[in-house]
């Protein structure tokens, strides 16, 4: 069992930067690829990118890359969503979750265990 916590959203004017982390529980954090998405109001949930079980490997949603980066520490069990260049159409509920899946998994469906969320707002 993994229990995810976000934390790290808030209110930020169009092109700041927020760092998003999401805590884990458990011991095996360091098996698990862990995602982030997002969900805006009215719209269907969305990829933003994933980082692999080891941390080695990374990919984004082009909505993404060149702004966010994403970054884990095993030893603290945590992830981080550094974004950067932040526009008003990021405004979203940002969630974490972990996938046993080996490799980049991209799709909703391969997540094991969710996040709660985190807004985050983004101000024109």
């Known amino acids: 069992q993994v229990q995810l916590v976000e934390s790290g959203g808030g209110l930020v004017q169009a092109g700041g930067s927020l760092r998003l982390s999401c805590a884990a529980s458990?011991?095996?954090?360091?098996?698990?690829?862990m995602g982030w998405f997002r969900q805006a109001p009215g719209k269907e949930r969305e990829f933003v990118g994933v980082?692999?079980?080891?941390?080695?490997?990374?990919y984004y949603a082009d909505s993404a890359k060149g702004r966010f980066t994403l970054s884990r520490d095993n030893a603290k069990k945590t992830v981080y969503l550094q974004m950067n260049s932040l526009k008003p159409e990021d405004t979203a509920v940002y969630s974490c979750?972990?996938?046993?899946?080996?490799?980049?998994?991209?799709?909703?469906?391969?997540?094991?265990?969710w996040g709660q969320g985190t807004q985050v707002t983004v101000s024109s």
């Open positions: 979750a972990a996938s046993r899946i080996l490799g980049l998994p991209v799709l909703g469906v391969s997540y094991n265990y």
């Open positions: 458990g011991r095996t954090f360091s098996s698990y690829a």
């Open positions: 980082i692999s079980a080891s941390g080695g490997s990374t």
